[in-house]
């Protein structure tokens, strides 16, 4: 008999109404006892104006209320663009609107969690990967930078629709990643909760030579952390084995 609720952890998410990849790739990296439990925010396009139009006052706030009425070990902003597009600081901002609602559920952002998890490797060089409009991966490669990134290659696939984004094949994320990776780069992020991206990364790590996190691998990697649980998750990149050792991430609580 097993007992497939989170009896270990049940870590809560906050994920756009048309996006399908991210809940599917939590499901495939979760330990045993570990559970994901979501609500939706609307959403209309991956443009600059659509993700603005989501982060507006008011869905943010109404999603992370209902989830707080779950039991949560820790939750979970699941948008990259989203947490990053105003700035240095705006997952930050996220973060505690989350928080002014969910009491002392621990917070984090996708954005927050690749920050946290690129510090976790003391790297300083790396290439940023998404499927965005170059608009959208400026915003991205100047995030990064002004929290204390070099980086050395960034592009985008120039897609907006959210529905396009999650139907992107995982061969085309392999294929891009490895592409766009800077030959120097200590480091690769592949931004977007929406594109495919845990099931290549053990590949591209073998590949590359390099540690590769993505958005969602390190939401599900810090909210883990967030949570207290330490369980092995295997085959899905070096990032597993890594502490919560930034000061920062710790935070978010």
């Known amino acids: 008999m097993k007992d497939y609720i989170g009896w270990r952890a049940k870590i809560g998410l906050i994920y756009m109404a048309s996006s399908t990849v991210m809940e599917p790739e939590f499901h495939a990296m979760a330990p045993e006892g570990v559970s994901i439990h979501t609500t939706r925010i609307p959403f209309l396009n991956a443009s600059s104006a659509g993700i603005r139009s989501m982060m507006n006052e008011g869905p943010l706030e109404d999603a992370a209320r209902l989830l707080a009425t779950a039991p949560?070990?820790?939750?979970?902003?699941?948008?990259?663009?989203?947490?990053?597009?105003?700035?240095?600081?705006?997952?930050?901002?996220?973060?505690?609107?989350?928080?002014?609602?969910?009491?002392?559920?621990?917070?984090?952002?996708?954005?927050?969690?690749?920050?946290?998890?690129?510090?976790?490797?003391?790297?300083?060089?790396?290439?940023?990967?998404?499927?965005?409009?170059?608009?959208?991966?400026?915003?991205?490669?100047?995030?990064?930078?002004?929290?204390?990134?070099?980086?050395?290659?960034?592009?985008?696939?120039?897609?907006?629709?959210?529905?396009?984004?999650?139907?992107?094949?995982?061969?085309?994320?392999?294929?891009?990643?490895?592409?766009?990776?800077?030959?120097?780069?200590?480091?690769?992020?592949?931004?977007?909760?929406?594109?495919?991206?845990?099931?290549?990364?053990?590949?591209?790590?073998?590949?590359?030579?390099?540690?590769?996190?993505?958005?969602?691998?390190?939401?599900?990697w810090h909210a883990l952390r967030l949570s207290k649980v330490s369980a092995p998750v295997k085959g899905f990149g070096a990032l597993f084995d890594n502490p919560l050792t930034d000061p920062r991430a710790e935070g978010q609580r």
Do not use: W
């Open 72 to 220: 949560l070990s820790a939750a979970v902003f699941g948008g990259t663009s989203a947490s990053f597009l105003e700035g240095k600081g705006f997952n930050d901002v996220v973060a505690q609107r989350m928080r002014s609602v969910m009491g002392e559920i621990p917070v984090t952002t996708a954005s927050s969690a690749a920050l946290a998890a690129l510090r976790s490797f003391g790297v300083k060089r790396i290439s940023f990967v998404g499927p965005y409009i170059e608009e959208v991966t400026q915003r991205g490669q100047a995030f990064f930078a002004a929290n204390g990134f070099e980086i050395l290659a960034a592009d985008g696939l120039g897609i907006t629709g959210d529905i396009e984004l999650g139907e992107i094949p995982l061969e085309r994320v392999y294929d891009f990643a490895r592409r766009t990776t800077h030959p120097e780069s200590e480091a690769v992020l592949i931004s977007c909760t929406n594109m495919r991206s845990v099931g290549a990364i053990e590949a591209l790590e073998q590949d590359l030579g390099i540690p590769v996190i993505s958005a969602i691998q390190a939401s599900f």
